[in-house]
């Protein structure tokens, strides 16, 4: 009995720190001033999203981020990021898209250092095709026409 107590607790603690080490290994940061950070490295945003292809630039939050006590047990990232010249023709041209503003603003708590940000007057489009919803996992896209911008939020990206 005393055995099985100490492998529960030493299969939590190693869950624990596996957690930890995804939580901060995310990615450089960029400050929104006042000491709201966000994301900049776009290298996670790659593997989580492989559709996009190389990306050029990001700003993007996590629900693991801001150092709270315990880190969120889902992941979800939600951000925005640039896509190489080029990839978002060739997505439209492989893709049915829709014109389709996305449904709600950054209100999650952990993307309050996104709001205002993202393109100046983008003309929304999203794929069906492109999104993912079942499971432990979701991933919303829509891409800005006129500036090669993707704005992104994804629960579990990584599986």
Do not use: C
């Amino acid at each position: 009995m005393e055995r099985r107590r100490m492998l529960g607790i030493g299969t939590g603690l190693g869950a624990g720190a596996a957690a930890v080490w995804a939580w901060r290994s995310l990615g450089g940061r960029g400050d929104a001033g006042g000491g709201a950070k966000w994301h900049t490295d776009s290298a996670p945003l790659e593997e989580a999203f492989p559709v996009l292809g190389p990306l050029t630039d990001a700003e993007w939050v996590s629900s693991r981020d801001h150092d709270r006590d315990l880190p969120s047990p889902e992941l979800v990232l939600s951000g925005f990021a640039r896509l190489a010249p080029g990839r978002l023709a060739e997505l439209t041209a492989t893709h049915d898209f829709v014109v389709e503003t996305p449904t709600a603003g950054f209100t999650s708590w952990f993307e309050k250092p996104l709001a205002g940000r993202g393109p100046q007057h983008p003309q929304w489009i999203r794929s069906p095709a492109l999104d993912h919803d079942g499971g432990d996992s979701a991933t919303h896209l829509w891409f800005d026409r006129s500036g090669d911008t993707v704005r992104f939020t994804a629960r579990n990206p990584y599986g």
